[in-house]
């Protein structure tokens, strides 16, 4: 079945940036996600790419796809202590049915 | 506007005791979805609905039960519930099976 794996933690300092990235294995993956969860919330969408897409850029969030290594990379630019959180990548299969998800990332932004 | 509301936000419930959970969005997606969410672990598929259909059951015991009443809401009936079920329940919906995928808040639910 389809796999999705990520770093458990990453920490950086508030100014710099954050990389946070995800693999996956499902080659027919259509749509792959960024979400983030704060204590206790839902999910937030934070963006989203689609799979013929390399790229894309929304204001401090940048997501990277390299499909040939079904690698999915997250920076976030400025990382202020409001952006601490879990971040799970997701990628949705061909039959567009399922989201599968990766077990998290948490981010820990020191002052 | 790109929201899922979901009530109620806290629920207690016994062992014996029936309870439902509510989502709603208006959005216009047609597909939507319950997930269960551990503590520390990712959430979890539990049923998916298309154009007010259950499409989806991934091998959910029948102590849970879900219904679509209509395109706008989704319900998840409660009974006979194990405190093993204490998670987060997240609702989510998308416009169909190929666009992004929104959630709501959630429930936290505590069975004793």
């Known amino acids: 079945g389809e796999d999705v794996e990520q770093s458990l933690f990453l920490s950086v300092r508030e100014g710099d940036s954050s990389v946070i990235n995800c693999t996956y294995t499902?080659?027919?993956?259509?749509?792959l996600y960024w979400y983030k969860q704060e204590p206790g919330a839902g999910l937030q969408l934070l963006t989203y790419?689609?799979?013929?897409?390399d790229m894309k850029q929304d204001q401090r969030l940048t997501v990277l796809l390299n499909k040939k290594d079904k690698h999915l990379s997250l920076r976030i630019a400025d990382t202020q202590t409001g952006d601490s959180a879990i971040y799970f990548c997701?990628?949705?299969?061909?039959?567009?049915?399922?989201?599968?998800f990766g077990g998290g990332t948490r981010l820990m932004v020191k002052p | 506007d790109t929201e899922v509301t979901q009530t109620p936000k806290h629920l207690v419930m016994g062992m014996t005791n029936k309870k439902s959970l509510k989502c709603e969005q208006h959005?216009?997606?047609?597909?939507m979805y319950w997930y269960k969410q551990k503590a520390k672990k990712p959430p979890e598929l539990m049923f998916v609905?298309?154009?007010?259909?259950?499409?989806i059951n991934e091998s959910v015991p029948s102590r849970f039960s879900p219904e679509c009443p209509n395109s706008s809401l989704l319900n998840l009936h409660l009974h006979a519930l194990q405190p093993e079920d204490s998670a987060l329940y997240l609702c989510?919906?998308?416009?169909?099976?190929?666009?992004?995928?929104?959630f709501g808040p959630g429930t936290r639910l505590l069975v004793l």
């Open positions: 989510a919906s998308s416009q169909d099976f190929g666009g992004a995928m929104y």
């Open positions: 499902d080659s027919s993956s259509t749509y």
């Open positions: 790419i689609f799979s013929n897409m």
């Open positions: 997701a990628e949705k299969d061909n039959a567009g049915n399922m989201l599968t």
């Open positions: 959005m216009g997606h047609r597909a």
């Open positions: 609905y298309s154009y007010e259909k259950l499409s």
